[in-house]
């Protein structure tokens, strides 16, 4: 479908970063996991989240790179996509607030909840407008897609040097 041949270059792009991503975070939950045992609650409220929006960006990047003989079925499965990511931004949310192994600061509620709920929601709302705003639509999907990346990037960091900078605090205490 010609409106979708332009974007193929940054689904390569974007799919190919969060596919490299998903690996990464598997290593990185392994050595955090072996450095320090993090409570299995804040595992689930933390570091899953991200590994589910890389594969939604993944999922996403094929969806939208099948040669469609139109837009309407990769806008229902970018729709389907997005509603589903929206219950699971608010079920993050709630195990958010559930655990009690970390407090969660604002920083934390902005890109474990808002920007993923935002992001989510952008994705199932612009299949709604796919036939007559074909371009515009395109460039909602995209801009979620990046910042589910962006978003996943972010907190797979974030939770490394918590962890790392935690123990380090524990070593640093057992010395003195």
Sequence with gaps: ?????????????????????????????????????????????????????FGAVLSLSAIVSIPWNGITAAAVLWCLEGLCGFAYAAVVARRMRAQTAYRPVFEDWLFHALLPVAAYAMLAVSAFAAGPHCGEVLLCVGASALLLLFIGIHNAWDAATYHILAEKRKQDETKY
Excluded: C, K
Excluded at 7 to 16: A, C, K, L, P, T
Excluded at 23 to 43: M, N
């Design 1 to 53: 479908m010609a409106p979708l041949i332009g974007w193929q270059n940054f689904y390569v792009i974007v799919g190919s970063s969060a596919g490299a991503l998903i690996g990464l975070q598997f290593v990185v939950i392994t050595l955090i996991d072996r450095v320090s045992q993090p409570a299995a609650e804040a595992g689930a409220a933390f570091a899953t989240p991200s590994v589910v929006h």
